[in-house]
Structures are given as C-alpha cells and as structure tokens.
C-alpha cells in the first residue's frame, strides 16, 4: 500500500483488500482507526429515495462524514455486540442493513440478537457480508449458529440470498485494480421477522 500508514490513511485510492487485510490484522485501537480510515468510501441510500434514514456506527470518521453528506436524520455512535445499552428502543425500525459490520476482530454475530430486537415484526434484516465470513464456523465467529439459532425460534423467516457486490462506483467499475475477486465473495442475507409466532 501506498502512503505513510500501514491502515492506507494517506493513500488517495483506498484498496479494498488492503481495507480488509487491516481490518482483520487489526486490534483494539488499530481496529477503530483502520475503519475511520475506511469512512469516506462508503455511499449512501439516500440516492434510492430513501428518506426516513438513521445511521449506527462505532467510528467517530464514519458518523462525520456521514454527517457531511446530510442524509441521515439522526446518527448516534455505538458499537454492537458488547452489551452496552442500545441507542433506539425495541421495534423501532422496519429495515435494518447491517453493512459490512460482522467479522473476526470485528463485530460478533451474536450482535445479530440486539439487531432483532431493534426491527419491528413484519420488518427486514439485510445483512451484506463477504460469503467467507457467512460461511465460517468458528468458535467465537459463527454466522451461521445465531442465524439458525434465529430461525429455530419461529420469529424469522430467512429469504433467498442474493449476490453482493462490493466497492464499486456507481457505473459498477471496480473502484481500485484488484478488486474484482473481493465483489465476487459478497452475499446479502434477507431475513423478514414474522407477525407472530
């Protein structure tokens, strides 16, 4: 990479698998700095006509710079997964998109249960995310356990999965050589929480 950080901070075309490789190879600190550096890669709904947008992040960069592009009514700064009280009240919103956000070093799957009670009955948990980490079983990363764990209640129903495509411009030119194989391996996972049970 390019530039005087090992997080790519100064590098004018951020790489995406120099992004993840940080992010992975990141701790504490490191973690939270490799995403800050992350921040003004990432686009907005906003453009889809979405308008009733709230915006969560544990990145001090990304709630600036999301506040920058002024299409969110209301960001609050929190981190999933770690018990802490949660921002919004439960049913609060009918879609959630949980972007990029479960990894190792990262977010713990199980923040998928604070997510559930966050999304009203009837509503959406989108969660875009590479297929190898969706398909890790890990001890302490396991995708796949919460998920099914979710379904095995009789509240979810999991929809069919689609292609997700990473890190691309809004013509869909990759935004840095080399970043094809890093769109090929995104999955988004649809699940609709039932009326009743």
């Known amino acids: 990479m390019s ?3 090992h997080l790519g901070i100064d590098d004018p075309v951020c790489p995406a698998r120099g992004r993840i490789n940080d992010i992975i ?3 504490g600190e490191d973690t939270e700095r490799a995403y800050d550096a992350w921040a003004q890669y990432f686009d907005e709904l906003r453009s889809l006509g979405y308008m009733n ?9 990304f709630l600036e710079k999301s506040r920058e592009k002024g299409v969110y009514l209301e960001l609050e700064k929190h981190r999933f ?3 802490l009280k949660l921002p919004y009240s439960d049913n609060s ?4 998109m949980a972007i990029s956000i479960l990894g190792p070093n990262t977010i713990s799957p199980t923040a998928l249960y604070e997510l559930d009670g966050l999304l009203s009955p ?5 969660i875009f995310i590479r297929r190898s980490r969706l398909d890790m079983e890990r001890e302490n990363f396991n995708v796949k356990a919460v998920l099914d764990d979710l379904l095995s209640s009789g509240r979810w129903e999991r929809l069919p999965d689609s292609s997700g495509l990473y890190y691309t411009q809004p013509n869909g030119v990759p935004v840095a050589v080399g970043d094809e ?3 090929s391996d995104g999955v988004v996972v649809t699940m609709k929480k039932l009326l009743k049970h």
């Open 81 to 83: 997964g770690n018990g």
């Open 53 to 61: 947008i709230f915006g969560v992040d544990a990145s001090d960069s």
């Open 181 to 183: 194989a890093v769109e």
């Open 122 to 126: 009837g509503g959406y948990l989108m």
């Open 93 to 96: 919103f009918d879609v959630i």
């Open 3 to 5: 530039g005087s950080s």
């Open 25 to 27: 190879a990141s701790r």
